[in-house]
């Protein structure tokens, strides 16, 4: 039980368009979804919070109109990168708590975002 | 604030050897307690959890991890090493946030 996946694992784009990451919870209902980047080497960043049908709570310093996050249904949460720039390439991941277990977050495998 | 330190950025052990990665943490009250592992290129595992109750938690893959309230901490530790327990570790705290450390890079020599 408690599994979550990332779609893609691994997408390059030209800088300037925009990538829409998606993450799934594929065996629970995910009431609360948690999207954070890591940089090589560091620790996770937590980006926003989502919880199903609710506007996203972006962290501190986050820009929510490039960060675009929506959390529509109780398996599903998409990050949309918008007008990505190279700065952007990091690696994304979700996690997601809910029904199976409101105070445990289950990660996805991560998606690998590279912005030429 | 709450806040989460692993002291220790990278640590080398033997094949066999036992483990314990330290972690500490700063809160007003218990927090939530959670230790993760993360293999190159991949998402994160958790390993396993202190809420309440028996102060000391046994994980998946053989780790089990201690809570001392007293020390503010709690370690990780595994009696013998495998080579396939290379990976970074996470420790996490849920107090009014979800923190987590920096991290500690496990490397196992043969």
């Known amino acids: 039980g408690a599994v979550v996946s990332q779609h893609p694992s691994r997408v390059i784009c030209k800088s300037g368009t925009s990538v829409k990451i998606e993450c799934r919870s594929l065996d629970f209902q995910a009431t609360t979804m948690f999207w954070y980047r890591q940089f090589p080497k560091q620790s996770l960043m937590l980006m926003a919070t989502s919880n199903e049908g609710s506007k996203a709570t972006y962290e501190q310093g986050v820009e929510k109109d490039k960060f675009l996050i929506n959390h529509a249904s109780l398996t599903l949460s998409t990050l949309t990168v918008t007008s990505a720039h190279p700065e952007d390439s990091s690696f994304y991941i979700c996690?997601?708590?809910?029904?199976?277990?409101?105070?445990?977050?289950?990660f996805g495998p991560g998606t690998r975002l590279t912005v030429l | 604030a709450q806040s989460v330190t692993q002291p220790d950025i990278h640590i080398t052990v033997s094949e066999g050897a036992s483990l314990e990665l330290r972690c500490n943490y700063s809160?007003?009250?218990?927090?939530?307690l959670f230790w993760y592992v993360q293999s190159p290129g991949q998402g994160l595992q958790l390993l396993l959890k202190?809420?309440?109750?028996?102060?000391l938690v046994q994980g998946i893959k053989g780790f089990e991890a201690e809570f001392k309230r007293s020390q503010s901490s709690f370690n990780l530790r595994k009696p013998s090493v495998h080579w396939s327990d290379a990976a970074e570790y996470f420790c996490a705290v849920y107090g009014q946030n979800f923190v987590f450390g920096p991290g500690t890079r496990l490397s196992v020599l043969p």
């Open positions: 809160y007003g009250a218990t927090p939530y």
């Open positions: 202190y809420f309440s109750g028996d102060t």
């Open positions: 996690s997601a708590s809910g029904t199976l277990d409101t105070d445990t977050q289950y």
